[in-house]
């Protein structure tokens, strides 16, 4: 998602009502988002190509393979803080609903995960089919907003419910989306990501093979959804994420010093990262010669969980626990011994969770409950903890 927090996709469907979704680009505009309008094909038959781009001062496109060097359906759903379909004809709910991508706002529609409304306009028995009712009642259970039509005089000359809204109430609905999807707004979270690597001489370390993907995806979520984001991230190759207050660390001692720096100001922290647990005794300053690396002496590592909890007022931690098993009995025991809200616990025995864009597992709520993750994206996984801790927020 854009950094602003402001870039909106305006789909255009194929019907007559397109025209008014000019007076709504141009109400967006001035309200302060940018905008890049996502034509059907059809609609095109009633606004062209260069009114949206006359009215946007974008670049427009309909189809998958036009600019394919930008992967344009990827890149827009990147981008896309909203997404706003006005109008909706029954045919564009009905491919929305089936998970169709045969043009390239429903491939955008598909690979965006931001908030969606929905505004339908048709004639008033197409929007009482039952078809039409079944898949706007799909839209909606997939947490999507549709806009009942209202009900008014249409082209037919018909009257009924159908009718393209005004722009003031659609205005109005967007932005009781943006207000839901703000939830974090005046939150402080805090995200560790990243595998600690503890040296043992100038060129070798004790490390591990956690990329940070899940505490970056889960920095995005937050600063998407309002939240003033810092991210304590140990040995990433992934940038720097806009928006977000980035502080780069190696060991784990560099971990421990920063979290107990930023804990007392923020209201969530999120340890994904993987802290290494033990560290040599001793740290020499020359490389070891092969003939004499025989074995090395640990230490352990303070406990950052366990000693933050300690310390902790109003804080709600969510801990992560990567295991070659899964044991819920130990992963409830490690919820209460590091003083964590909330645990999510996966088994990566089968070497699919680090540096996988993918993960599976099973979150634990202190107080007794807990549900199964199926496999999903990382970026979902970080949403619906977010949603769990939001809950334990208040």
């Known amino acids: 998602m854009h950094a602003s927090g402001r870039e909106v996709i305006l ?15 141009r109400r967006l505009l001035d309200k302060g988002f940018s905008v890049t309008v996502v034509p059907t094909p059809s609609s095109l038959n009633f606004v062209g190509k260069a009114t949206w781009e006359a009215l946007s001062g974008r670049n427009v496109t ?22 706003v379909i006005a ?27 931001s908030p969606k409304l929905i505004v339908p306009a048709m004639h008033p028995q197409m929007w009482s089919n039952e078809a ?9 259970a997939r947490g999507i907003t549709v806009l009942d039509p209202d009900v008014g005089a249409l082209t037919s000359g018909d009257v009924g419910q159908g009718r393209f809204p005004e722009t003031a109430r659609i205005i109005a609905e967007f932005e009781r989306v943006i207000s839901k999807g703000l939830d974090y707004s005046g939150k402080r979270v805090l995200v560790t990501a990243g595998g600690t690597r503890e040296p043992i001489d100038p060129v070798r370390y004790i490390g591990n093979s956690s990329s940070g993907k899940q505490g970056f995806a889960i920095a995005r979520n937050a600063l998407s959804r309002g939240a003033e984001v810092t991210l304590i991230s140990a040995n990433t190759s992934l940038p720097d994420i806009d928006g ?30 993987a802290v290494a647990d033990a560290k040599p005794l001793q740290v020499l300053d020359t490389k070891i010669k092969k003939s004499d690396l025989k074995s090395i002496e640990l230490t352990e590592n303070e406990d950052i969980l366990k000693s933050v ?21 130990q992963a409830q025991e490690k919820m209460i011994s590091k003083g964590a809200d909330i645990l999510y616990l996966n088994d990566i025995s089968h070497g699919d969770i680090f540096n996988s864009e993918t993960t599976y597992g099973e979150i634990f709520i202190k107080g007794g409950s807990s549900h199964k993750v199926a496999k999903t994206t990382k970026d979902t996984l970080g949403e619906e903890l977010l949603n769990q801790a939001l809950v334990q927020l208040g």
């Open 309 to 329: 909890a300690e310390i902790k007022n109003h804080q709600i931690i969510v801990a992560f626990a990567a295991e070659t098993s899964h044991d819920v009995a």
């Open 132 to 140: 039409t009712v079944a898949n706007v009642e799909t839209l909606r």
């Open 244 to 273: 977000v207050r980035t502080i780069r660390v190696q060991t784990a001692a560099e971990m421990h010093a920063e979290v107990f720096r930023e804990f007392p100001q923020c209201d969530l922290l999120v340890m994904t990262a």
């Open 11 to 25: 789909g255009v469907g194929g019907g007559i009502a397109a025209y008014k979704s000019c007076d709504l680009l």
């Open 62 to 83: 309909t189809e998958v393979f036009e600019s394919v060097n930008e992967v344009r359906h990827i890149s827009l759903a990147k981008q896309a803080d909203y997404i």
């Open 87 to 113: 109008p909706a004809t029954a045919d564009l709910l009905a491919r929305l609903a089936f998970g169709r991508a045969d043009d390239l706002l429903t491939n955008v529609f598909l690979a965006s995960d």
